[in-house]
């Protein structure tokens, strides 16, 4: 009872300190990841089919192949010799990102649609509240330590 009493009382310390000592492929991951994050939020609410739409378009399928490849490189949790169930999302986005290019080239704009917002869905959102369970660098980046 004690514990909870003391940790009401307090603020979180949000600090970026973990998320810059832990090994170089984790801050890459995770500041491409919440900049991927906040274009495809603008994209959301963007006219589609313009060239703003477009430019912004290729530079969050390049965040999200930064994302998903530099996912290779960090194995905090080992369920598979190096690899988590997390590296199977990866490949997933990997190979939906220029399928939906692809799409979108084609014209097939509500295919395009739906691979964009489950990839946008799956590997940024569900993925990134993840991130956010206790032991994560980012739970301690968000909640302290």
Do not use: C, N, Y
Request: glycine share 6%; aromatic share 10%.
């Amino acid at each position: 009872m004690l514990i909870l009493f003391t940790w009401v009382g307090r603020r979180p310390r949000t600090s970026v300190a973990p998320l810059l000592e832990a090994a170089p492929a984790i801050p890459l991951h995770a500041f491409a990841a919440m900049a991927a994050f906040v274009l495809g939020l603008v994209q959301f609410a963007a006219p589609k089919g313009t060239l703003p739409h477009r430019t912004i378009g290729w530079i969050w399928v390049g965040l999200m192949a930064v994302v998903a490849a530099s996912s290779f490189w960090i194995h905090q949790i080992r369920l598979v010799g190096p690899f988590s169930p997390i590296h199977l999302l990866s490949i997933f986005t990997l190979v939906m990102l220029p399928l939906a290019v692809w799409r979108a080239h084609i014209h097939r704009v509500s295919d395009h649609r739906r691979i964009m917002i489950m990839t946008f869905v799956g590997a940024l959102v569900i993925a990134g509240l993840f991130t956010l369970m206790p032991g994560r660098i980012m739970h301690r980046v968000i909640f302290g330590a």
